[in-house]
């Protein structure tokens, strides 16, 4: 099993920035894959970006160029850089990681960005 523990999300202005954080509960070297889901109210989730074998990063058209992943191994987490931030990256997002054949999930955590 895999647990996660998100942080950093929060209140912030249009055009600023967040950081958010997932530590894994073991060896971020052994889990498949992890990344960031997002949910808005009335929406699906979403993939945001992620992280998989031999470092692969991919991350969602829509915050391409604003958006980074990356991953710190030593504490087994896993970041993502959100600049230049927009009303409509308000959501809930969530930590997934992969591992094995089943998928864990962080709590959540929220960002809204409103002025």
């Known amino acids: 099993q895999v647990q996660l523990v998100e942080s950093g999300g929060g209140l912030v202005q249009p055009g600023g920035s967040l950081r958010l954080s997932c530590t894994a509960s073991r060896s971020i070297f052994t889990i498949n894959t992890m990344g960031w889901y997002r949910q808005a109210p009335g929406t699906q989730r979403e993939l945001v970006a992620s992280?998989?074998?031999?470092?692969?990063?991919n991350v969602t058209n829509s915050v391409k160029g604003r958006f980074t992943i990356s991953f710190d191994s030593a504490k087994n987490t896993v970041f993502l850089q959100m600049n230049s931030l927009e009303p409509e990256d308000t959501a809930r997002y969530y930590c997934y990681a992969r591992y094995l054949s089943n998928q864990y999930w962080g709590q959540g955590i929220q960002v809204t960005v409103s002025s």
């Open positions: 992280v998989g074998g031999g470092g692969i990063r």
